[in-house]
């Protein structure tokens, strides 16, 4: 899997969070993303957000991060929106900043293609590279099936 240099954003996404981390995620005692999308889909998250751009694409945003891949970071699922202006209350709101990006794609959205692009992502950054991690927002974008990974880099 060959990354591609992007520019993306700015995006506005609405929906649920959780904070975690890579070591909390590891076991599955502790993982909490699992049940964060799990509740997207049973509590049908995607018909409360007003003003969805709704085409089918279920975002899931990772920022708010403490330091790198080791500390804490957030996780929103959610979808686009194009007004944020009457958000419900159990919702949360996340921008997606307008930056640069390496794109890593799957042609696969199961859970073990999803786990198989983030170990490539994180075995890239661990090579010598011309791009490094910025560690500010981070976006998986499922569709149909399929999956891109925009991770942002300085």
Request: hydrophobic fraction near 35%; proline fraction near 6%.
């Amino acid at each position: 899997m060959h990354p591609t240099l992007v520019e993306h954003g700015p995006l506005s996404v609405v929906g649920i969070s959780v904070r975690t981390t890579n070591r909390d995620e590891a076991s599955p005692a502790t993982a909490k993303i699992p049940g964060l999308w799990q509740s997207y889909f049973a509590e049908a998250i995607a018909n409360s957000i007003p003003a969805r751009l709704d085409d089918g694409t279920i975002l899931g945003v990772y920022t708010d991060y403490a330091s790198d891949h080791t500390g804490p970071y957030t996780l929103v699922v959610g979808q686009a929106v194009n007004d944020t202006s009457e958000l419900p209350e159990d919702l949360v709101c996340v921008t997606v900043p307008h930056g640069r990006y390496l794109l890593f794609t799957s042609s696969s959205g199961t859970p073990d293609a999803i786990r198989a692009t983030w170990q490539e992502i994180w075995r890239h950054f661990e090579q010598p590279s011309e791009h490094r991690r910025a560690f500010t927002t981070d976006m998986e974008v499922h569709r149909a099936g399929t999956l891109e990974v925009y991770i942002s880099v300085a």
